[in-house]
């Protein structure tokens, strides 16, 4: 297995547009979580979902972040409009429900708002 | 007061063994974690033990459990220089079903 998957690797954009990243999961996984890391406040779950339906979106900074897993293999977290504040990298992790809480990471996406 | 916290660094000597601590607040976690975290990737799972367990080996990696002060440690026997990385401690809550908590990492320095 490829492990989880994430694109882009870097992300360089102007504050006020778009961001989409994306996330394939581990095939057969049915839990996905989106979690960002900083110097200052180092990861934070943003959000999870369970069978492609959000549990808990509490991380979430706020209305410009929304995040959507349309079928078991594919997520995206999209920020609109982005500022530079959200400039952190952005982890998405997976992990099948009898795994006793063993995340699989992807490699993350570096993104950088201007 | 943070859920999970560690110290941000540590510098050991080439062949010495490495300490990581760190503390925790949910009595209820019932698996507490150790992941490394090497530049430019993503965590990668290093070992994990159950709340019910006092101590766990696996080769060179030594976990510690110490319930009653929620304190959990990591040691790494000969410490080489592919083991400089950041490690990061998380215990998942009651039930697991939301994920882990991270403390913001140690970053192990290997000296020469």
């Known amino acids: 297995d490829a492990g989880v998957i994430q694109s882009p690797r870097h992300e360089v954009t102007e504050m006020g547009q778009e961001v989409t990243l994306r996330c394939k999961p581990i095939s057969g996984h049915n839990s996905l979580f989106w979690y960002r890391q900083t110097m200052m406040r180092g990861l934070e779950l943003l959000i999870y979902f369970n069978n492609n339906v959000p549990i808990d979106d509490s991380g979430m900074p706020e209305d410009r972040f929304s995040a959507k897993m349309p079928n078991a293999s594919f997520s995206t977290l999209k920020i609109q409009p982005s500022e530079p504040r959200d400039s952190a990298v952005y982890f998405c992790a997976s992990r099948p429900d009898n795994a006793n809480e063993k995340l699989f990471f992807g490699s993350g996406t570096q993104l950088s708002v201007l | 007061g943070e859920d999970v916290e560690q110290s941000l660094f540590l ?55 110490n319930k009653k002060d929620k304190h959990l440690s990591l040691r790494i026997a000969d410490t080489q220089t592919g083991d400089s990385a950041i490690y990061f401690c998380a215990e998942s809550r009651g039930g697991g079903a939301d994920g882990l908590t991270f403390g913001k990492g140690t970053h192990l320095i290997i000296q020469p």
């Open chain 2, 11 to 65: 510098s050991v000597r080439e062949g010495d063994s490495s300490v990581i601590n760190c503390t925790y607040t949910d009595s209820s976690s019932t698996y507490l974690y150790w992941y490394k975290q090497e530049p430019g990737a993503g965590l990668q799972l290093l070992t994990y033990i159950f709340s019910n367990m006092d101590m766990k080996q696996d080769q060179r990696l030594t976990v510690l459990l």
